[in-house]
């Protein structure tokens, strides 16, 4: 246990514990927790966050954290940045809400031009603006059906679109998501992702796996749904709660070949992997695509809650009425967004970049150091740690990354899990060589603790 230091989460950079974790006044609020908060929520340790700055969450006991989740992978611009929080104040004194399905804003505007601009694609685009990821896609949803007026999706295995019915409906990366609710939308199709360190057709790791893509045009479009009736395909560039999975470029460009050849709109999900996270704008920028339509959310408003799905402005033809949000484009979340695209354009993607390269620099021999590790993947900081039971016959060990999350949250790191047995690595796109130097080094410390023990 480290020494009691002056300071807080405002001048650290590195973490700084206290007490016991969890210290005594996190354990009161545990408690209430269990008596008037929905047992639905999942939480693998005690963490009981009082307040953050850039990387660093201090919690109720004045212990002080590294942030390496980010709140998943929201706070793209640190905990109270203080131009965000400017942004934020201003606006809040200003116009709190007037909503923008009724009225006309003109931040609301402004930050549509500037995602439009963005946006990959020669084509004008038009901005939707929803409240959070799962509505983005609800969004995209209904407008490829809308557009298209065909009725049929195809989503892959691993995917995690949202939780609401229909999002839910396509996501498929844990049964507990959708085991208990019935029905969901018809329809709906899923085939394997191109998982290069676990193809699905069997090709040894590393591969493309651009059977992932043909596989639809080989046997979906052959045996189960003509493509004519297909509205859209959705993809994640990179999976992020199917484990922090890329696809790669040769599969991602096969895709939206077959999407052109056949008038399917290609969804891209960028909801947890956008915003710069991978050092692009896009993670599909990495490869080259060209959305029909680009769901956004999560880092885009520095925490506040707001979502966008961006579509080529042929593609959103919709007319007035067919759908809106009261909250959607809310003056202040708006406010955070255009904030937090100045940093991001100005600091913090190049940083991202840069700063994540370094960092996988430092774990990419991991597999061959540790029995555990079966992977480490990603782009920019988007990384993802695979732990396994076994390298050769690649047996999941979720029991060991949850060792390692709970033991990395006891010497101030916090992390959180990605797919089955994956260990995401998503720190505000502000942090620094040193912050991840010391990410790096007690990351490998608690895999070496299970490897040794297991």
């Not at 297909?230 to 922090?244: L, R």
């Not at 484009?329 to 390269?357: F, H, K, S």
Request: with cysteine; glycine share 10%; hydrophobic share 40%.
């Amino acid at each position: 246990m480290k020494q009691p230091m002056i300071g807080t989460a405002n001048e650290m950079k590195l973490p700084n514990l206290i007490t016991p974790l969890p210290g005594p006044n996190a354990k009161k609020v545990i408690a209430r927790d269990a008596q008037f908060i929905s047992p639905s929520y999942t939480r693998g340790y005690p963490m009981v966050a009082k307040s953050g700055r850039g990387a660093m969450v201090e919690d109720v006991d004045g212990n002080v954290f590294l942030d390496f989740a980010a709140g998943i992978a929201v706070v793209a611009t640190g905990h109270c940045h203080p131009r965000i929080v400017d942004a934020i104040q201003k606006q809040a004194a200003e116009l709190i809400h007037i909503s923008g399905t009724d009225f006309y804003l003109p931040n609301l505007v402004d930050l549509a031009e500037r995602l439009a601009a963005v946006a990959p694609g020669k084509e004008p685009k038009k901005v939707y603006f929803g409240n959070s990821g799962t509505e983005a896609i609800e969004a995209a949803i209904k407008l490829a059906r809308y557009h298209t007026r065909r009725d049929k999706i195809i989503a892959f295995y691993g995917c995690f679109h949202g939780r609401t019915m229909g999002a839910l409906s396509l996501t498929a990366s844990k049964a507990v998501q959708r085991k208990g609710f019935g029905a969901l939308l018809p329809g709906i199709f899923h085939i394997p992702y191109p998982n290069s360190y676990r193809c699905p057709y069997g090709n040894p790791s590393p591969c493309d796996c651009v059977e992932a893509a043909t596989f639809l045009e080989r046997d979906i479009f052959k045996r189960i749904v003509d493509p004519e009736e297909v509205a859209a395909v959705f993809i994640e560039p990179i999976q992020g709660e199917g484990g922090y999975v890329p696809a790669s470029k040769k599969f991602l460009l096969e895709l939206q070949r077959i999407c052109r050849q056949y008038g399917i709109l290609l969804v891209s999900d960028e909801v947890q992997s956008g915003m710069g996270r991978t050092g692009k704008w896009w993670a599909g920028d990495h490869s080259g695509i060209e959305p029909d339509i680009l769901c956004v959310a999560k880092g885009i408003a520095s925490g506040l809650p707001l979502s966008a799905t961006i579509a080529r402005a042929s593609v959103m033809d919709w007319k007035p009425g067919a759908h809106a949000s009261t909250f959607g484009g809310n003056p202040v979340c708006v406010a955070a967004a255009l904030a937090t695209m100045d940093l991001l354009e100005t600091q913090y993607i190049e940083n991202a970049r840069r700063v994540g390269e370094y960092l996988f620099r430092r774990m990419a021999d991991w597999p061959a150091r540790h029995k555990i590790v079966g992977d480490v993947r990603g782009k920019g900081l988007m990384i993802g740690v695979e732990i396994v039971r076994d390298q050769k016959t690649k047996e999941c060990a979720p029991d060991f990354r949850e060792t390692i999350v709970r033991r990395a949250f006891t010497k101030g790191l916090l992390l959180l899990g990605a797919g089955e047995n994956t260990i995401r690595i998503a720190p505000p796109l502000m942090i620094d060589e040193e912050q991840a130097d010391f990410a790096a080094r007690t990351l490998e410390e608690c895999i070496r603790e299970v490897e040794t023990s297991a």
